[in-house]
């Protein structure tokens, strides 16, 4: 079971980075969305075992940090 589990994680990190190769066309708020819902994601997998619920509340939450931050407020 442990097998599956990482080869899944292992899945979609890969899908992930592919998938923000595409970043290039979107705005900086959109870019940080989306980085943040991938690590939010990958670190919910992480911290519940790989968890669908974990990925996708780490994701979630992930997302909505990402869309808040901006880098002009330094």
Do not use: W
Not at 29 to 40: E, K
Not at 47 to 59: D, F, K, N, P, R
Request: charged share 10%; net charge positive.
């Amino acid at each position: 079971m442990k097998t599956i589990q990482r080869m899944t994680l292992g899945a979609v990190a890969a899908a992930m980075l592919l998938g923000l190769g595409a970043c290039a066309g979107m705005s900086a708020r959109d870019q940080n969305t989306a980085v943040g819902a991938g690590i939010g994601a990958v670190g919910g997998a992480v911290l519940t075992g790989g968890s669908a619920i974990g990925t996708v509340g780490g994701a979630a939450v992930g997302g909505i940090i990402g869309n808040q931050l901006d880098r002009d407020r330094r």
